[in-house]
């Protein structure tokens, strides 16, 4: 057997080590997850594009996390149950999906009732497709729309739209979003519609809070846990037949 790296000294070291206190060190405190209301939710859906409103939108139903939405492909998603869609992140990866337990045989899989298979409906073309269906350039086209709508100097003067653009732009929209710029849209969102800046991840947490108050606790933690798994027959499993029960549940 090889040496260990660690001795039994430092080992007792590192035990004695006391936690950072808040407010005691240069250190970033994260502020305490705040529980957004439906009244300032439906401030900020006003106040952004389409796009990144449905983002939101299936963070607030389904309460999944943010890199999940961003990551969302048609491909992901089982349509077998009419009622209840599943996603599974990753599906084409492995039976389990890609998600950071995956090594545990672990599946992570999101109910998608009605309202969330609505908001994917309008945009989805091709349910076998491998791309991202939330776009950046989606919203950028968006933008220069609404843009182009409200503008209150004549086409007769000036310049025309699109006649203005550079052809090879130093910064070009992704083709994607990441948890990062999905984060800094909502905030500038919410500066907007004068709420009190929040996170999408504040969207699950809301989400939790409606689905323990409704259905009760263990409700929410099947709702927003992992489920094993030791078959390809994901409909089998019980975890997963509970979560969809759960979903249908709240979506009534």
């Known amino acids: 057997m090889g040496r260990s790296m660690v001795t039994a000294e430092?080992?007792?070291?590192?035990?004695?080590?006391?936690?950072?206190?808040?407010?005691?060190?240069?250190?970033h405190d994260n502020g305490k997850r705040k529980r957004v209301s439906e009244i300032e939710f439906n401030k900020v859906l006003n106040n952004i594009g389409s796009v990144v409103g449905d983002m939101l939108r299936l963070i607030w139903?389904?309460?999944?996390?943010?890199?999940?939405?961003?990551?969302?492909?048609?491909?992901?998603?089982?349509?077998?149950?009419?009622?209840?869609?599943?996603?599974?992140?990753?599906?084409?990866?492995?039976p389990m999906g890609k998600h950071k337990t995956m090594r545990f045989e672990k599946i992570k899989v999101i109910p998608l009732a009605k309202e969330s298979q609505n908001i994917l409906k309008r945009r989805i073309w091709d349910f076998n497709s491998t791309d991202c269906i939330f776009n950046p350039q989606e919203s950028m086209q968006e933008f220069f729309a609404k843009k182009a709508e409200n503008r209150k100097t004549p086409l007769s003067c000036g310049n025309r739209p699109g006649t203005n653009r550079k052809n090879h732009p130093m910064i070009k929209p992704r083709n994607r979003y990441d948890h990062h710029s999905l984060r800094?849209?909502?905030?500038?969102?919410?500066?907007?519609?004068?709420?009190?800046?929040?996170?999408?991840?504040?969207?699950?947490r809301s989400m939790a809070t409606r689905a323990r108050a409704t259905l009760g606790k263990e409700a929410a933690q099947v709702l927003l846990g992992h489920a094993s798994v030791s078959t390809t027959e994901i409909y089998l499993l019980e975890e997963v037949q509970e979560a969809m029960k759960v979903a249908k549940a709240l979506s009534r």
């Open 10 to 27: 430092q080992v007792q070291g590192l035990e004695e080590v006391k936690p950072l206190r808040i407010g005691n060190s240069k250190a």
């Open 61 to 94: 139903f389904t309460g999944m996390r943010p890199n999940e939405v961003c990551s969302m492909r048609p491909c992901d998603l089982l349509r077998d149950d009419e009622e209840c869609w599943l996603y599974i992140p990753g599906r084409d990866q492995s």
């Open 184 to 204: 800094k849209a909502c905030q500038r969102a919410c500066i907007r519609a004068g709420v009190v800046p929040f996170v999408p991840y504040d969207l699950r």
